[in-house]
């Protein structure tokens, strides 16, 4: 199994930003992308981005475009996610996943980190 670790979240307020951390380890031939997804309290789980690992291409959800900015060490296995412009309805628990690529779907996630929380008050 890969194993994620987030690290980085916290609160902050309307128009400031955060920089989440992602730590893989353990098995991680199994993946060629990896990226983030929210949950907002009462919503269920958004994609926010994602990375393939080999050619670095990148997605985003129309939501964070512009605002948020993916990258990787593929030396260190670890995962950065830049966001910045941050608004109230960015507050969720962010999670950290990895999984397989696919040309016409991008990143399919199949491991998931233990989350961690970004609230971003008004």
Do not use: H
Request: proline share 2%.
């Amino acid at each position: 199994q890969v194993q994620l670790v987030e690290s980085g979240g916290g609160s902050v307020q309307a128009g400031g930003s955060l920089r989440l951390s992602c730590a893989a380890s353990r098995e991680t031939y199994k993946r060629n992308c990896w990226g983030w997804s929210r949950q907002a309290p009462g919503k269920g789980r958004e994609w926010v981005a994602s990375i393939s690992t080999g050619g670095g291409t990148t997605r985003y959800a129309d939501s964070v475009k512009g605002r948020f900015t993916i990258s990787q060490d593929n030396a260190k296995n670890t995962l950065d996610l830049q966001m910045n412009s941050l608004k109230p309805d960015d507050t969720a628990v962010y999670y950290c996943a990895a999984g397989l690529w696919y040309i016409t779907r991008g990143c399919e996630f199949a491991y998931w980190g233990q989350g961690t929380q970004v609230t971003v008050s008004s």
